[in-house]
């Protein structure tokens, strides 16, 4: 017991650090769960448990910075709160098995989808509130379908989209995704806790680790920006990748 601990918590920290800056930090926290032995379904139901602890963390720190925009934001929350329970639903109808498969394929495409992004940044011209707040909420719905389902690089497909679709500013975009990262990960957790997957012990001594993670990472976004996270990202999702196939092969 004691040896997953030191597996999970100091991961799920540094984690918490580069979720804060680029979103991704599920890349991270749930191989760790899963290196550390916890069957499939409990480590993204306690990784859930975790990185709401650390979502809730970064996001205070945000809204203090004034990066929120608090005239979409509860509608992003809302959108988000009702995928992220629909996929969570989903995600518990689906084998350990089916999980590693899906993993399989989902691990690579998100590898080149974070490897070949140059600039997490938009420079083109805003669109008006109303088209802005659409496609935002819409982005929301199935991104937070997404992270109720599986969650890994939750953060930095929002981070993108919402800087490359919905053309708002990288300031704005990490307030934004703070929020709907964080709706959807409470509507996630809630189903796991009501279908007894999360593990109380590790999940809330892993929560405190991600919290000093995520709040030291939102201090240093406007400073240091996301590039120097995208090593470590696709470093965990090389290990990840080569750790599921092994384990199939067995």
């Given at each position: 017991?004691?040896?997953?601990?030191?597996?999970?918590?100091?991961?799920?920290f540094v984690a918490g650090f580069v979720d804060a800056v680029a979103g991704g930090g599920g890349l991270i926290t749930l191989p760790a769960y899963i290196i550390a032995g916890f069957p499939v379904h409990n480590a993204i139901a306690t990784n859930k448990m975790s990185s709401s602890m650390g979502s809730t963390a970064a996001t205070i720190k945000y809204a203090l910075n004034g990066f929120i925009n608090w005239k979409m934001a509860p509608f992003c929350a809302a959108f988000s709160l009702a995928g992220s329970a629909i996929g969570s639903n989903?995600?518990?109808?689906?084998?350990?098995?089916?999980?590693?498969?899906?993993?399989?394929?989902?691990?690579?495409?998100?590898?080149?989808?974070?490897?070949?992004?140059?600039?997490?940044e938009s420079s083109r011209e805003p669109f008006s509130f109303t088209k802005t707040l659409i496609i935002c909420v819409v982005i929301a719905f199935f991104i937070g379908m997404y992270d109720g389902f599986y969650g890994p690089g939750t953060g930095t497909f929002l981070m993108l989209l919402l800087t490359g679709i919905a053309r708002i500013s990288l300031n704005e975009a990490a307030g934004t995704t703070k929020i709907v990262n964080l709706s959807s990960n409470y509507a996630a957790l809630a189903v796991f806790l009501f279908n007894g997957k999360v593990l109380l012990p590790i999940g809330i001594t892993a929560g405190i680790f991600s919290m000093a993670g995520n709040y030291l990472g939102a201090s240093a976004f406007t400073k240091k920006g996301a590039k120097f996270v995208k090593p470590i990202i696709i470093l965990i999702l090389v290990l990840f990748f080569v750790k599921i196939i092994m384990e199939l092969i067995k």
């Amino acid at each position: 017991m004691l040896i997953q601990f030191l597996i999970v918590c100091p991961l799920v920290f540094v984690a918490g650090f580069v979720d804060a800056v680029a979103g991704g930090g599920g890349l991270i926290t749930l191989p760790a769960y899963i290196i550390a032995g916890f069957p499939v379904h409990n480590a993204i139901a306690t990784n859930k448990m975790s990185s709401s602890m650390g979502s809730t963390a970064a996001t205070i720190k945000y809204a203090l910075n004034g990066f929120i925009n608090w005239k979409m934001a509860p509608f992003c929350a809302a959108f988000s709160l009702a995928g992220s329970a629909i996929g969570s639903n989903i995600s518990l109808l689906i084998s350990d098995s089916i999980f590693k498969i899906i993993m399989l394929v989902l691990l690579p495409l998100i590898a080149c989808y974070v490897f070949k992004t140059k600039k997490i940044e938009s420079s083109r011209e805003p669109f008006s509130f109303t088209k802005t707040l659409i496609i935002c909420v819409v982005i929301a719905f199935f991104i937070g379908m997404y992270d109720g389902f599986y969650g890994p690089g939750t953060g930095t497909f929002l981070m993108l989209l919402l800087t490359g679709i919905a053309r708002i500013s990288l300031n704005e975009a990490a307030g934004t995704t703070k929020i709907v990262n964080l709706s959807s990960n409470y509507a996630a957790l809630a189903v796991f806790l009501f279908n007894g997957k999360v593990l109380l012990p590790i999940g809330i001594t892993a929560g405190i680790f991600s919290m000093a993670g995520n709040y030291l990472g939102a201090s240093a976004f406007t400073k240091k920006g996301a590039k120097f996270v995208k090593p470590i990202i696709i470093l965990i999702l090389v290990l990840f990748f080569v750790k599921i196939i092994m384990e199939l092969i067995k």
